[in-house]
């Protein structure tokens, strides 16, 4: 007796259905189903749903194979899904193309997201389960429907976004302001003037000075660049003047950890990537899951910038062809997603339950040369963990010395200490780290750790900035064999300053030695954190410095994964800014987003034995570092 298996479902596409909210606003969708015949199917299905800002009839920029010239349409994209029997919808978020009620950034987003799943429940080709997926704000706007626990969410994606508390990383960092933002509400705005043939304010929006209004900073609210589009201007400068951690950082959208014991327990991938600014979220996001044992969970790791799973090099170095996700952890990002779906959403056995559940690229251990695009070949390689951090990891102390070394050895002299002076008018360029949304300003990625015209504010005279007088530069003697640096990076510092507030930045980096291609060596950054020192002993109290008194600070850069070959050094970088990735302490106290005065800040930091600093590394010996099955 034959079996006829049955043919792939069609698609059948409903376009811009307004879905109605709780206040009336309603929202664009786009509605692919399973059809036969060209007509719908019968039957009830399953749900996946991407929310986004970006336009729900818009490519994703993600949306790309390894190897691919295009990006996937979202017909492409949907068809996946909807041949094997799901229904694919993508939404307009509130205030964004063409749905209605006015843009608020993060926000909106757990109300209607829930209001959405609410819907999706009563229409008559659903089942009541409901999925999530999509990248960056689009992972946003499921961590915040997940924190309402909606009823019928049944599964989530998560890629590189789905703030756990955006006070720590995302829109600030260390009680700093990270100046993604401001690119970010820039060229959205531009991009929503134009839309609407604005020329007016479309001529406000000027690209070519965007790089000069950064140089100006701080703006002043009516006086900036994103004065035409006012709703742009206010929830950015919303964002910017509120430096305390209070009721506004605690809103659902944006504070994750806040609801983690009543969130959803439902099975969750958390992905990000070394070079985005959302390392943290996805480790605290993961570990929350893991914690409450209740759900299948799941953390990928790679060494990308944000969204860019199938790139295999960041800035000016490359990891090689086992960096991509395509070919390394699946087939492809849709089979992903598919199968994670599959098991979770449909209880179809595939074997998912049975991968690591974590999944993490080392960096490190290639030739050091440089390849036929210029770029460093710094290589790596994947490896599988039960549980972050890598257990069997030892967490090892290293000091920092008046003589600029770096070493496990404690200290032995009471008194010494290194000081500079912090001009917030000249402040160290950012050169590379985890960044995203930046352009045309900065960028993100690793890069070389000196000055050039290509990033905003360096001097362009190709020295590194460790020959800065504001820069203290800490490092290792050439390692005698390789160190796996796997997890969270912690630096403890004690400083003094002569101003009532300052900052202090930590760049950890991996040192290659000179070479032919090198020939004074490529200092190659991998995270940095920053600590805006009012904030030193509480988020929401800060209190002044006072001037000469030593304080113990704590610096908490994002967690990373590197080798260091035999022969490289390790090094910390340790400074006062670190522009425009974070907005510049004014050193006088005021708060940044509306400071009109500037003091050059006289910064020491201890070094002492009484007094030491240090930097905590997590190693991981090497047959620890299992490779993927």
């Not at 295009?70 to 749905?99: P, W």
């Amino acid at each position: 007796m034959s079996h006829e298996v049955e043919p792939p479902f069609g698609v059948f596409l409903q376009a811009r259905v307004m879905v109605p909210m709780r206040d009336g606003i309603r929202l664009a969708t786009d509605i692919y189903l399973p059809a036969r015949e060209g007509r719908i199917a019968s039957g009830r299905f399953a749900t996946i749903i991407e929310r986004t800002p970006y336009g729900r009839t818009q490519d994703s920029r993600s949306e790309i194979d390894a190897g691919a010239s295009r990006r996937l349409t979202r017909m492409e994209v949907a068809r996946t899904f909807v041949e094997r029997g799901y229904v694919v919808i993508y939404q307009d978020c509130r205030g964004r193309h063409d749905s209605e009620g006015e843009f608020v950034k993060y926000l909106s987003e757990a109300r209607d997201g829930a209001d959405t799943i609410a819907w999706i429940r009563t229409q008559p080709w659903s089942d009541a389960k409901v999925a999530t997926k999509g990248l960056s704000y689009s992972a946003h706007t499921q961590m915040a429907l997940a924190g309402l626990s909606p009823q019928g969410l049944s599964a989530m994606v998560l890629d590189s976004g789905g703030f756990s508390n955006a006070y720590h990383g995302g829109i600030r960092q260390g009680g700093a302001f990270e100046l993604k933002q401001a690119t970010w509400a820039f060229n959205r705005a531009r991009e929503c003037v134009m839309r609407h043939g604005d020329e007016r304010a479309a001529m406000a929006l000027d690209r070519e000075n965007i790089r000069a209004w950064f140089k100006r900073m701080p703006w002043r609210p009516g006086h900036s660049p994103l004065s035409a589009v006012p709703q742009y201007e206010d929830y950015l400068f919303e964002q910017w003047t509120h430096d305390i951690f209070g009721e506004y950082w605690q809103q659902p959208g944006i504070y994750a950890a806040g609801s983690y014991d009543t969130t959803s327990a439902i099975p969750q991938v958390h992905m990000s990537s070394w070079y985005d600014v959302y390392v943290r979220t996805a480790l605290e996001n993961y570990e929350a899951v893991r914690r409450r044992g209740q759900a299948a969970v799941q953390l990928i790791m790679g060494p990308w910038l944000h969204g860019d799973r199938n790139v295999t090099h960041s800035g000016d170095v490359e990891f090689g062809p086992a960096a991509a996700f395509d070919g390394n952890i699946d087939k492809d990002w849709r089979s992903f997603r598919l199968a994670w779906f599959d098991r979770w959403v449909r209880d179809i056995p595939n074997g998912v339950d049975r991968q690591p559940a974590v999944r993490l690229f080392v960096m490190g251990g290639g030739s050091g040369r440089k390849d036929g695009n210029g770029r460093l070949l710094h290589g790596g390689r994947w490896i599988g963990s039960r549980s972050w951090p890598i257990p069997g990891t030892h967490l090892v102390d290293y000091f920092l010395h008046a003589d600029g070394s770096l070493s496990p050895r404690r200290p032995e002299l009471d008194d010494e200490a290194l000081t500079y002076d912090f001009d917030p008018a000249s402040p160290v360029p950012t050169i590379g780290g985890a960044l995203t949304s930046g352009r045309p300003v900065f960028e993100g990625g690793a890069f070389d750790q000196r000055e050039s015209d290509r990033f905003l504010g360096a001097r362009g005279d190709g020295l590194p900035l460790a020959a800065r007088a504001d820069v203290l530069v800490f490092q290792t003697r050439p390692l005698v064999e390789d160190a796996a640096i796997v997890g969270p990076i912690v630096v403890k510092l004690h400083v003094s300053t002569n101003c009532p507030d300052t900052d202090f930045t930590a760049k950890l980096i991996d040192v290659h030695p000179p070479s032919e291609d090198y020939p004074q060596g490529f200092a190659m950054n991998l995270t940095d954190g920053i600590l805006r020192c009012r904030f030193r002993n509480s988020w929401e109290t800060p209190e002044p410095m006072v001037p000469g008194m030593v304080c113990e600070i704590t610096i908490e850069p994002f967690a990373t994964a590197n080798l260091f070959k035999a022969g490289h050094r390790i090094r910390l970088d340790i400074s006062s800014s670190n522009f425009p990735k974070y907005d510049v302490n004014p050193n006088s106290g005021e708060q940044e987003a509306t400071a009109r005065t500037r003091r050059i800040a006289t910064n020491t930091v201890h070094l002492g034995a009484a007094r030491p600093s240090w930097v905590t590394l997590p190693v991981v010996p090497a047959d620890l570092l299992e490779p993927l099955p």
